[in-house]
């Protein structure tokens, strides 16, 4: 699977910014899929997952970005999606977009697959 994830771009505190992650391959549905964010001196923290199809989709966020993020998944257009709304100067960061099937999970480890990131700044 190979993931290219797009919509990064800079945003004033407050503003949405509307992430994506377009999937390669015809198995995307049977995929858990999560956001990841990395701020520069940081570790990669949870963002948000979507479990795959047969998990019927069911979202899961950190409690950072709970009630502003929203994650969805289109499996008919192998794309993931992260909204976000009220954007904040700490969620600047790189954001991955990650794929994995062993389980549904906040813990990188359980991806096994990742796109190359894309630069979200939120200016104050």
């Known amino acids: 699977v190979q993931l290219q994830a797009s919509g990064g771009g800079l945003v004033q505190a407050g503003g949405s910014l509307r992430l994506s992650c377009r999937a390669s391959?015809?198995?995307?549905?049977?995929?858990?899929m999560g956001w990841f964010r990395q701020a520069p001196g940081k570790e990669r923290e949870f963002v948000a997952a979507?479990?795959?199809?047969?998990?019927?989709?069911?979202?899961y966020y950190a409690s950072s970005v709970k009630g502003r993020f929203t994650i969805s998944r289109d499996n008919a257009g192998n794309t993931v999606f992260l909204q976000m709304n009220s954007l904040k100067p700490e969620d600047t960061a790189v954001y991955y977009c990650?794929?994995?099937?062993?389980?549904?999970?906040?813990?990188?480890?359980?991806?096994?697959?990742w796109g190359q990131g894309t630069q979200v700044t939120v200016s104050s």
């Open positions: 990650a794929a994995g099937q062993t389980s549904f999970s906040s813990r990188p480890y359980e991806y096994d697959y």
């Open positions: 391959g015809r198995t995307f549905s049977s995929y858990n």
């Open positions: 979507i479990s795959r199809s047969g998990g019927r989709g069911i979202p």
